[in-house]
């Protein structure tokens, strides 16, 4: 796995020195935008996602096609039925995980950094450290080049490998968090609040709302750097994906079943305990001690949200790339064209515009934010 300290990007952003790094970067692979092909002629949007005609292939469709190309686990990128999936092997294992080994008529690894040639097309998985096994997908024909990056974050994550600049002349990009008042803050810093709480909080068991694949073994494995080592109480809709992140050297420490038959009320005082947003409405939540709300996701930037779901204590944790980090990627790549394909689409867009890049979204229906 990359560390991130290896990834120039990650750190310029960490350390706020990105524009220098990025004459270093890319000044002596920019090529002139002269092309045999229109970048819509080698990737366009169509009702079931990006279609590259030439290859014959879509990248995450939102229904079951021939070929697929998939850049990540998350439900609404990776689906069940297509007839042959190309990804790489954590996405492939997480797919099987979530809809069964027969969730394609079959299956192909992509390792990170191998060119594939499709029907002249070549293919190019790199990391996006979005979540396990994440990547963006270059595809390349005539010398024109386009990147798929699917979701990304480029700020270091301990448990996937590091976004990493793909130079490229068009760049497709995500812009779930793409207005300005999305500034994510440190993660350690979120998590420090919640032990914070917790130290403060003897008697109640801290329930922390958290996405069941990225979002919860990245919180788990941050609540461990951090120091603590105790227990840490899980729904059991997290468990299958916990046990594979543990299989992949993603140490996650002591995970115990939140569950009623193994413990009375008295057991979670003082705890913490993960579970999947959607089990925090259920019953499922009113067997803990005077349980105290948590959850962790870059949505909870915004109070209302937080209030609506009864959210005591919101940790603002993200696997997307906030404002600064959408414009940083951007300004570092240096394509010709930028493509929006989901989420607030047009601010990004005028910020393009405005550094003399050509933008356009892409409106693409199909691709929630529900793992954020
Ligand atoms: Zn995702």
Redesign the pocket.
Known sequence: MTRWEDCPLAMALATNKHKPVVKALFQSHRRPYLHAMRPDELLCPRPEGLYCPPGGFHIDPVRPVERALIT?G?A??ARAGHGHVLATAETLDIMAIRYGEDHAGSTQVAALGETLIIDGVAVRFHPAG??LGSAQIAVGRGGLRIVASG?YKPRPDPTCASFEPVDCDVFITEATFGLPVFRHPDAGDEISRLLGSVGANPDRAHLVGAYSLGKAQRVIRLLRDAGYDQPIYIHGALKRLCDYYESQGIALGELRPATVETGGKGDFAGAVVLGPPSAFGDKWARRFPDPLISFASGWMMVRQRARQRGVELPLVIS?HADWDELTATITAIAPEEVWVTHGREEALVRWCEMNGTRARPLHMVGYEDE?E
Do not use: I, P, R
């Open positions: 990540h998350h609404d990128h979005h979540v979701d696997d793992a």
